[in-house]
């Protein structure tokens, strides 16, 4: 939520903070602006609306200086409007300042603050930040934050310039991701890695309670107390390149083409095909934990929570072992009972979640193992737990997840592999046999993408559809989850995901010409089941489009339009499965001429609660 980014060197910062900005704007994309030092004075522009709209203002009123900040904005206090965008400034206009996160104790300090002769000028939380600067300010901004990051109460990554000590941006973290970047004769920081990777690929990234003074000659870290702290800079593995669209229309078409490859990357060097063992020695787990674990409970939220769902259906199968999937936002408000004895996965994308990384540490402080299973290698869940699963997807740049979800579910499936096998509840013949299947499961995944323009010419086809009924059972009531949820954040469609058994008992009252109903229907051992799913909605003159496999008849018969995959285990139908599904909702989405990279209300990145 929210994107922050600075630039401090010799040369003119607002372009290279504006082109972060593009590459930020996935993490909130309602208000935007941009504040420079000019040498005398701190400038700003502001807008309501996007990037290309702040571009728009910087072309009519131009903007320079060589150390600046930017922002982009998704609203928690105040509506998205120009005086609520970031930066904002001080009572005198010397300081100006960025946040991300949430100041919870907002209400109480500025009502102090304007007490003491403080005047407020927008609706958010993170004005009070500047004014604390400002009354806090003795000549180094650097003490001044130091002295405001000390009275707040709440999750931040703020970074601030002043004209009363110019030449540096000083940034503090308590919560959001900030990162810092080394270029030649410029430092940058940003809220994540991928503004930097046309600048630099060497990067140190700031813990919780670090600030950092950036100018043009380096970058010094110490603690919210003062003390020096010396950072490991590390080199990025990832190629410019990785952040462009390539010749696709969006980023969510780019990604969705990209995940055969995906699972191949998250499978590499951790299986045998000769043997048929699963090695996950890079987590970082010690061996005997899944020996221990009598229960396994996954942790996470939207569609990283579904992918817990088929991750949970696998443990059960493969393992045989007690698995529990939790929203981690609900998990944090019930009496949840863990025994020591409990393994916790935490799954995110991101690694940011706010809900799922304090599901994360409250599991943490019960002394349980954790392992976070993610995307960002140096994220905070990734630092928090007690090893990493790390997904391999490349960056993913739509906000609908797309690459990292089928990344999660090859990973839950090396984890409930690796698990079994330590527990000898496979054979080894069932090992090879499962592990040369998943081998060829990319291959089929891209046979599925290979079908896309027939999916185009349905999503056209029933684009005067507005209601969605995505049924599907047992393994793949995860992926009637997903279908729904992608079609109804991307589409705008109303479109619900339902687990076939229950339609009985509700859902069917809705059926008629006007709900069409997508059945996820692969020959599995619920495939009789859903067959008889299929044939009610019919009955009832519904419309059916299905998912099945390669010269399944029957349900050929049900459906006004199948969505052929090949065959494969069961157990991992979900990868074949959900490509229909999500390219469905992206043409439905892309014909509509929707932003489909950047819907409405959302963001990559939730790291608010
Ligand atoms: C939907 C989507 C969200 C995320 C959710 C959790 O397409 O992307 O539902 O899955 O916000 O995010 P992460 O995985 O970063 O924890």
Sequence with gaps: MCGIIGCAGTRDAVPAILEGLRRLEYRGYDSAGIAVLDGRAVERRRVKGKIRDLAEELRLHPLAGVCGIGHTRWATHGRPSEDNAHPHTDCGGAIA???????????????????????????????????????????????ALRAAVRELEGAFAVACVSSRDPGKIVAARNGPPAVVGFGQGETFLSSDITPLLHHTRRVAYMDDGEMAVLTADGVRFSTFAGAPVAKAVETLDWEPAM?????????????????????????????????????LEDTGLQPGVFRRASRVVLIACGTSYHAGLVGKYMLETL????????????????????????????????????????????????????????????SSMARAADGLLDLHAGPEIGV???????????????????????????????????????QRVPHKMDRVLGSAAAIERAARRYLACEHYLFLGRWINFPIA????????EISYTHAEGYAGGEMKHGPIALIDEGMTTLAVVPRDRVHDKMLSNMAEVQARGGRILAVAFEGDD??????????????????????????????????????????????????KSVTVE
Excluded at 250 to 275: C, G, N
Excluded at 417 to 427: C, T
Excluded at 481 to 488: H, R, W
């Design 400 to 438: 609908a997840a797309t690459k990292t979800f089928v990344g999660q579910m090859a990973a839950l499936a090396l984890f409930a592999l690796a698990f079994a096998q330590a527990r000898g509840a496979l054979s080894d013949g069932q090992s090879l046999e499962l592990v040369q299947e998943l």
């Design 243 to 279: 952040v462009e669209k390539r010749g696709f229309a969006h980023f969510m078409a780019k990604e969705i083409f990209e995940q055969a490859d995906v699972v191949r990357d998250t499978l590499k060097s951790r299986v045998s095909l000769d043997s048929g063992r699963v090695f």
């Design 319 to 378: 393992a045989r072992v007690p698995v529990d999937v939790e929203y981690a936002s609900e998990l944090r408000s019930r009496d949840f009972v863990m025994d020591r004895e409990t393994l916790v996965l935490a799954i995110s994308q991101s690694g940011e979640t706010a809900d799922t990384l304090a599901a994360l540490r409250l599991a943490r402080e019960k002394a349980l193992a954790v392992l976070a299973v993610t995307n960002s290698p140096n």
């Design 97 to 143: 300042l960025v946040h991300n996160g949430i100041v919870e104790n907002y209400w109480a300090l500025k009502e102090r603050l304007k007490a003491e002769g403080h005047v407020f000028r927008t609706e958010t939380d993170t004005e009070v930040i500047v004014h604390l600067v400002e009354k806090h300010f003795r000549g180094s901004l650097e003490e």
């Design 481 to 488: 989850l997903e279908g729904a949820l992608k079609l109804k």
């Design 554 to 603: 029957k349900a050929g018969m049900a459906a006004e339009e199948v969505f052929s995959i090949p065959e494969t285990h069961q157990l991992f139908t979900p990868f074949l499965t959900v490509l229909p599904l999500q390219l469905f909702a992206y043409h439905a989405a892309a014909a509509k001429g929707l932003d489909v990279d950047q819907p409405r209300n959302l963001a």
